[in-house]
């Protein structure tokens, strides 16, 4: 067959070349016949056949590369006639082996994905002069669409970071996120030095868009790319910089590298929008409705071209990402000291932390990724937000590993991108609760009280270990954020915004969008609802049975028997003397006793609010909470399905009935009932052999059993009480199966 088209070709080729020579045909009109010869079925049956069988199956094989080759050799021998309609052949060629691509995917439904969007390669275009890549939060080089298309279709490829505290300082850019930006763009550089002899442009600006016109203006630019990015306010002004530089007819393109499925594109046709806000009903508008597979992995660029000069640029440090504060003797506080133990920058460190996980960490995943003793989950959120990994790479990556098939772990990377398309319909999801009635929760104002939480200072071990792994290294796993999230917002009846706030400055993974989700959700107002609360002890018998975890975080705990290791003030006095402990001195007092009066107190106030707005926000049949949306707000997402029965007519809004947790539709029955069937409060694995180690040793010690006679006492009082609320039939931690 190999022969086959060659010969056609060669046929076609020879006859046109002898045309050329007569003086029949000019060469425009000789790139034109090749044009219909190849594109336009002249040749059918071959090229059908090759674009078919072998481009998508096999883009790297021979026969593929020879055909391109040929296509090459005919604008390599016209090459000084005509660039527009060089460019025209080679647009042609791309379109006709896109669409045979197409045809191709379609045959062969069912076996393995390949790209859909875009055949890396194949068609080598004819160069166009100068590209501005910017690179934003796609800091990657591996599946960079971008900076893929770039390096084969222009001349050089001038690969720019612009940073404008203006323009991006509301978003995502707390001190931790700007100490790791600074980082990754250092690595980027490097690789970018060391691989490529290119290296990367960097400018501080107040207004992007004049700034890149500068650049285009000094580098005669023809193109500007970039991997767009979703969030409402970026979106915005990066639609303004489009349309002002399309303007100036260049070509400007974005790519969607970063997140599985666009935001934009994700509609809930056939799904409804019951259900909104949980990740089963997100996956199932992206399986009904996606606009396709989401194709694989793009490796890094052969080469990235350069120009012939640069234009100037900032040194990474003048951009003032990482400011260290100093001291009054003029030294530097160097916060993030461990922060650069504990983390490997750049693309390196994230396939580096991927590959762990896939051989070691996944094994436990399904079942224990609660655990913060063990490095049971992926550690790759700070990666996937700067994008020096593609969640696709990931997923990718994951699949082909027969433990990386885990279902959990696909549905965490469908989490992020559900956060996204939440944002996306739901712009003010940072800043004010989805849940109207929500906005009048009472709330405590206590400095001092936010301020231990912050600091890692509440006196529940597990607590303060959590904060202070985020005060350290600015991450912690996904079960902490929840206990310590659970504590702030269902103990101390601090709102989910400082909680949300606190994590934007000091998480080097904040990301506006899946941070504001979660809080949200913890905080009683978000899409979903969480139908748990964490318990500050019993929490740590599934995350941290041993104590090893706030052993690390808390050194100054770590001699504490595993009994007490949670309970430091269950400890007889003799035994914390011994290990040089003294609570309210050496380690803090707990800032509240009475657990099960403070989660009381919250679940008063819960109830307080909603029957307030029980009128037009809570559903009469199913006592669910109701969201009201402007139905024009929902329109685009909606498809053909018009969720009829939701639509109150005279307002104009779709209410939607949303997930709410069962002991606050309990509550709003019997407001004043003192049982709780529906107690949320996880248990943990109860452990009766640690109750009855304490009891041991404070019976076994005089002065434990007398001076603290009267806390033990109220504690017990208070356990057996939370204990007898709760009408859980097992023990197991629902949350771990989630
Ligand atoms: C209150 C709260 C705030 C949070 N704020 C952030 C934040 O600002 N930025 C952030 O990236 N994650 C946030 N998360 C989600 C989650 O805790 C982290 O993504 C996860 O702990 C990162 O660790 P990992 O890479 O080991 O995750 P893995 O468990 O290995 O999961 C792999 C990836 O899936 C995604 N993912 C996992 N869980 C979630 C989730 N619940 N929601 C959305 N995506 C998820 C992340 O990109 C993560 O890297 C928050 C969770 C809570 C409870």
């Known amino acids: 067959m190999q022969s086959q088209w060659y010969d056609n070709m060669e046929k076609v080729k020879q006859n046109i070349i002898e045309e050329i020579k007569s003086g029949k045909l000019d060469p425009e009109h000789a790139l034109s016949e090749i044009t219909k010869a190849v594109c336009q079925c002249k040749i059918k049956d071959t090229v059908a056949d090759i674009t078919n069988n072998l481009i998508c199956v096999n883009p790297e094989s021979e026969a593929t590369l020879l055909f391109f080759a040929l296509a090459e050799s005919y604008i390599d021998s016209l090459q000084n006639s005509s660039t527009s309609c060089l460019s025209c052949l080679n647009h042609s060629l791309k379109d006709a082996s896109l669409e045979s691509c197409g045809k191709s995917k379609r045959k062969n439904k069912g076996g393995s994905k390949k790209q859909d969007s875009y055949i890396p390669g194949l068609v080598k275009s004819v160069k166009r002069g100068a590209c501005i890549l910017w690179f934003r939060r796609d800091l990657r080089l591996k599946d960079n669409a971008a900076l893929f298309d770039a390096c084969e279709n222009y001349d050089s490829v001038i690969p720019v970071f612009l940073w404008s505290p203006l323009e991006e300082g509301n978003l995502s850019t707390g001190g931790a996120t700007k100490f790791w930006l600074e980082n990754s763009l250092k690595s980027l550089r490097k690789s970018l030095r060391t691989s490529y002899s290119s290296t990367l442009i960097v400018r501080k600006c107040d207004n992007i868009s004049m700034e890149l016109v500068g650049l285009i203006r000094a580098t005669n630019a023809k193109k500007v790319c970039w991997t767009a990015l979703y969030e409402p306010e970026i979106k915005k002004r990066d639609d303004t910089i489009m349309t002002t530089l399309k303007k100036m007819c260049l070509d400007v393109q974005t790519y969607h590298s970063y997140l599985l499925y666009r935001p934009d594109k994700v509609q809930t046709e056939g799904v409804g929008l019951r259900g909104i806000g949980s990740v089963t009903h997100f996956l199932e508008a992206c399986r009904l409705n996606s606009p396709g597979p989401i194709g694989d992995p793009l490796p890094k660029p052969g080469i990235i071209p350069i120009p012939s000069s640069w234009p100037s640029s900032d040194e990474i440090e003048d951009l003032g990402l990482y400011a260290p504060p100093r001291r009054k003797d003029g030294t530097l506080v160097d916060w993030a000291a461990n922060f650069r133990q504990f983390w490997k920058f750049g693309e390196e460190g994230a396939h580096q932390n991927l590959e762990n996980f896939l051989s070691e960490g996944i094994k436990n995943y399904e079942k224990e990724s609660c655990r913060s003793d063990m490095p049971n989950t992926a550690i790759i959120s700070p990666y996937l937000h700067f ?21 959990k772990f696909q549905r965490k990377l469908a989490w992020r991108d559900l956060a996204y398309w939440l944002y996306y319909i739901f712009p003010t999801m940072n800043s004010e609760p989805v849940r109207p009635p929500f906005k009048f929760q009472r709330w405590s104002k206590n400095k001092v009280s936010l301020r231990a939480w912050q600091k890692g200072d509440t006196g529940y071990p597990l607590v303060d270990a959590a904060m202070q792994q985020l005060w350290q290294v600015g991450w912690m796993n996904n079960y902490m954020r929840h206990v310590v999230a659970s504590f702030l917002i269902s103990y101390l009846h601090i709102s989910w915004e400082e909680g949300f706030k606190w994590f934007q400055d000091t998480l080097v993974d904040a990301d506006v969008a899946i941070n504001a989700m979660m809080w949200q959700n913890g905080g009683f107002s978000g899409f979903d609802q969480w139908n748990f609360v964490m318990h500050p002890v019993d929490a740590a018998l599934t995350c941290d049975p041993k104590g090893d975890y706030v052993r690390k975080w808390i ?15 269950k400890c007889p006095p003799s035994i914390l003397r011994r290990y040089g402990i003294t609570l309210g001195v050496t380690y803090p007092n707990r800032i509240i ?34 969201v009201p949306i402007p139905a024009k707000i929902l329109l685009p997402v909606m498809g053909a399905s018009k969720d009829h029965d939701l639509l109150d007519e005279e307002s104009g809004r779709l209410l939607i009935p949303v997930i709410t947790r069962k002991e606050f539709k309990y509550r709003m029955g019997n407001p004043e009932a003192k049982d709780n069937p529906y107690n949320a409060v996880l248990k943990g694995y109860v452990s009766r052999k640690r109750d009855e180690a304490i009891i041991w040793a404070n019976q076994n010690d005089f002065t434990a059993s007398t001076i603290n006679e009267a806390t033990l006492r109220a504690q017990r009082y208070s356990d057996k009480d939370t204990h007898n609320s709760s009408r859980r039939t097992h023990n197991k931690d629902r949350f771990s199966s989630v």
């Open 387 to 407: 994008g020096e990994i593609s969640s696709r790479s990931v997923l990718s990556a994951a699949m082909f590993t027969d433990l990386g098939k885990s279902p």
């Open 555 to 569: 050194p100054k705990l770590k001699d504490l028997p595993d009994e007490f290791i949670h309970q430091p003030w």
């Open 593 to 626: 006793v009475d657990l099960h009066e403070a989660r009381e107190q919250s679940l008063r106030d819960v109830t307080l609010v909603r029957r307030k707005f029980a009128k037009g926000y809570i559903d009469k049949h199913t006592g669910n909470d109701i």
